[in-house]
């Protein structure tokens, strides 16, 4: 009899331990997006349960200071959670996270949104191929991507510019996702060149993700140009370049020494030939 008192006990407690660990579902839940990102599908989600994310994340009990980090890392526990609530398979959860990444792409893949598409903006989308350095056009709709942080400029960007930067970012595309470090090296090395003429200072990987439109612009569009135009032809027609402009150079070109000696000689058979042509200006 004893016994018979003790059995529901036990089994009204596991039930409230389950209860606990599993959070009621949600009244309404969303179809996730192809390439969407698991933090935007979270914040659509939020949205039609007319509550933010946070208030999404305490219900589901998971720390909110999580927020963009579960899209690159997520626990079975959490994902089981996440799956409960939205009344979805726990797979369907992990696919909306970033696969495991080589050291290039993932140096090259932004930790916060730096860029995003106007047109599905409006409509909730945050995708995953947004925070690749590499990404240029949206794969929904084909609009260019813009950035997100920056101030938008009304002045027009030149479509030379334009078209060369898409050309450049399908070039690090490649470079990434290749199985040697040439193609990346190169195209880093083309990079890092742009940053000495724009004058900014930083790792080549972060400039292809700037918020400021024109250096990422500029960068890409060096990578492309690099496969037509020795770069140290570039320097020659610098004029502004600054000391540490040059130093970036030198860096750029620091396992080519003909390039080296070209961006150093250069300069100085330009500095002989003013000279020359003021004296003769002067007879």
Known sequence: MDADLVAPCERSSAAREDCAVTPRPLPKTVVPFPNELLSGWLSRLAAANYCDDAELLAHIEIDT???????????????????????????????LTFPAMTPREASLTALMPFQHCRQCSREGLSLRHWRRAWAFDCRVCGTRLVQTLGKTRDEQIPDKLIYRARRGAGMLECAARSRGPKKLRRAMRAVTFAMSLKTFRGDPSFAVQNPRSEVRLFCLAAIAAARSQPLAKAAIISKSIDEYARVALLRAFEKEPRLLAAVDHIPQRRATGAGLMTGKSHN
């Not at 579960?70 to 398979?89: M, N, P, Q, W, Y």
């Open 65 to 95: 200071t999580y927020g963009t980090a579960l899209d690159f890392s997520i626990d079975a526990a959490a994902a089981e959670k996440i799956a409960s609530a939205a009344r979805v398979a726990p797979d369907v959860v992990r696919s």
